[in-house]
């Protein structure tokens, strides 16, 4: 395990998706107190979100990875009231979580333009503080990449999504019959004849323990947080890592990927998924695909492995769908329940607030109608008491 650990990271390595930067905003500027003058704020330090842009290229630009904004400036007989210092701003990709080192989320970054404080400057000298100035804040960040995709592929090494990411798109990731081909995240879109677009991250293989971080494992999980919906892809003649690990069925397989996502974040088995049997050319592949039908429909087999092993449930697949990347066996059909089913909760999205508002009026109404109420009775009342006697 150590040496897939060291492998992975050797060449996983050219792919930066988090970094480490030291940031302090500006000092204040010195006070007057023979006039009373005020220094300068000192400027702040920003990180702005910026498209077509890496976190490798950040870190090569700024090797040093400091970042400090101006001082203010000191007060003066021409400018009683310093100039505040100036601010200094990180251009970062999409899709950063800005952090502090003890985890405190300074914000998250999805659109291009997006900002967030992340180093305040300090007061200039005034009379409150004896017109001595104060330093700017002083912190170490974090910026982690989380890719943002409609789908990402989830699965064992070796069990076929770079194939079926090349398949489905124009992507073009490194392909071998080999395990932990893929080392880094991969994008590619799928084109649709009428111009429509869907993302879909191949992300590297899973291997069990990946929630402990084996492997790279949290390198890996934390981009399927910002996939919109997964695609479990298996093999459909099952799949074994090494001659020291035991052979894994296809059913096995998904209960093992669940158990991964479920022990590292069990929110991730609530998204919309669809099970992708893949390598469906391989000889009695029907007839497996159609014992793996069975197994999930049933449960089959789930005493089959150690109980630490088994997920609480699985997830709700809304489609299984065998396929062939090498021959394009059921790429058509996949392709278009793809699009149906981001479509689908795109369009219980667009409900949700409507669905939401509808909710909170059909509260409001017994308390307008009591009001209603209430204002007519009083009013009857007045009238009773200001009417005059005949």
Not at 322 to 351: C, F, H, T, W, Y
Not at 354 to 368: G, K, T
Request: charged share 25%; net charge positive.
């Amino acid at each position: 395990m150590v040496w897939i650990s060291r492998v992975c990271w050797r060449k996983y390595g050219n792919f930066v998706d988090n970094l480490r930067l030291y940031v302090r905003g500006g000092s204040g500027g010195m006070g007057m107190p023979r006039l009373g003058g005020q220094g300068g704020t000192g400027g702040d330090v920003w990180v702005v979100a910026e498209k077509h842009l890496t976190l490798k290229r950040v870190k090569d630009r700024y090797p040093k990875k400091r970042f400090i904004a101006g001082g203010g400036s000191n007060s003066s007989i021409r400018a009683l009231k310093g100039a505040k210092g100036e601010d200094v701003e990180i251009s970062v990709p999409v899709g950063i979580r800005v952090t502090t080192d003890n985890g405190q989320v300074l914000g998250q970054l999805d659109y291009e333009g997006d900002k967030v404080l992340v180093a305040r400057g300090g007061h200039g000298g005034s009379l409150n503080s004896r017109f001595l100035p104060r330093k700017g804040q002083l912190r170490q960040i974090r910026l982690d990449l989380r890719l943002i995709a409609d789908m990402g592929l989830v699965g064992f090494p070796n069990a076929g999504k770079s194939s079926l990411l090349t398949a489905l798109s124009h992507a073009t990731p490194q392909i071998a019959s080999y395990p932990f081909t893929t080392v880094r995240p991969e994008i590619g879109k799928v084109m649709y004849t009428d111009h429509k677009q869907v993302s879909v991250a191949d992300l590297p293989g899973l291997i069990e323990g990946a929630h402990m971080n084996r492997g790279m494992g949290h390198q890996f999980l934390k981009h399927v947080e910002r996939t919109k919906q997964l695609l479990f892809v298996v093999d459909v003649c099952g799949f074994q890592l090494a001659s020291s690990t035991p052979f894994r069925s296809a059913f096995e397989a998904v209960q093992l990927l669940s158990k991964e996502l479920e022990l590292y974040n069990k929110e991730l088995l609530s998204k919309p998924a669809i099970l992708v049997v893949n390598k469906m050319d391989l000889p009695e592949a029907e007839t497996k695909f159609r014992e793996l039908e069975s197994q999930l429909e049933k449960q089959e087999g789930l005493g089959d492995l150690p109980e630490n092993m088994v997920p609480v449930s699985l997830p709700h697949f809304k489609h299984t769908v065998p396929v062939s990347a090498l021959n394009g066996l059921g790429l058509p059909r996949l392709k278009d329940l793809i699009r149906q089913s981001l479509e689908e909760q795109n369009a219980m999205e667009a409900e949700r607030p409507h669905a939401d508002r509808l909710r909170e009026l059909r509260r409001e109404v017994p308390v307008v109608a009591l009001m209603i109420f209430m204002t007519l009775i009083c009013f009857y009342i007045c009238n009773l008491i200001n009417k005059p006697h005949c």
